[in-house]
């Protein structure tokens, strides 16, 4: 990953979607799916309202979980941010993005050639390029929207296990950080940490399903 874009992305790869629907599940990121053909369509499952097809979907910080399906061609990247990655690369930032799905034409105009352009490339390495220089292009244009603020109230957030914590290290009121965190991120402290909790929880699954060396009761406690 080139040194420019390391703070703000967090995974980039292919992905290949089967026949079946994919879980989106609750996440502390922005999520990117850009596939190489045919629209993905999504719909939010606790959410009273049809599914949506977009021909590249940028989700924001979100609580609830949702459903990915993708006829046809099956292929694509997943692309994911930091939350300070949707200003610094996007040029949006992660607020107004929280609990929504929205189309990559429509957040970020420069980049929606990308899916097109994917289905030109003929391997990984030149896919993984593409994507890359497209966000070396939105950090060259958006770079003055990174807060290093906003990035110390995240690291005191995921660093504790309390907001009162979190507010302790960083020298400030509860109420003065849940108004910073509110404004970036689109979610209160409380939620950005439960979060957290939850992406690790599911990561220690993961773990425990491969190495079946960690038992359900340590990952609950």
């Known amino acids: 990953m080139t040194h420019a874009l390391a703070p703000f992305v967090v995974a980039l790869s292919p992905y290949e979607l089967g026949p079946s629907a994919h879980r989106g599940l609750p996440s502390s990121t922005i999520t990117v799916t850009i596939p190489e053909s045919d629209a993905v369509e999504i719909a939010w499952l606790e959410r009273p309202q ?62 929606a050639h990308l899916p097109e352009q994917l289905a030109a490339c003929r391997s990984w390495p030149q896919r993984r390029t593409l ?11 958006h770079q003055r929207h990174a807060d290093g603020r906003d990035l110390a109230a995240l690291k005191a957030l995921s660093s504790t296990a309390r ?50 060396t960690i038992s359900l009761a340590t990952i609950a406690a």
């Not at 020298?171 to 849940?178: D, F």
């Open 50 to 111: 049809p599914p949506q097809r977009f021909s590249a979907a940028v989700a924001g910080l979100h609580l609830d979980a949702a459903e990915l399906r993708q006829q046809g061609g099956t292929r694509g990247v997943w692309l994911t941010l930091s939350p300070l990655g949707a200003g610094a690369l996007l040029g949006v930032p992660a607020s107004e993005l929280s609990g929504q799905i929205a189309d990559l034409a429509d957040v970020s105009p420069a980049m």
């Open 131 to 141: 994507v890359e220089n497209a966000l070396l292009t939105g950090w060259a244009r």
């Open 163 to 212: 907001v009162e914590e979190a507010a302790g290290l960083l020298g400030c009121s509860r109420r003065h950080l849940s108004s910073t965190v509110r404004a970036a991120l689109g979610v209160t402290p409380k939620e950005y940490q439960r979060l957290l909790r939850f992406e690790t929880a599911r990561g220690a699954l993961a773990t425990a399903a491969r190495t079946e």
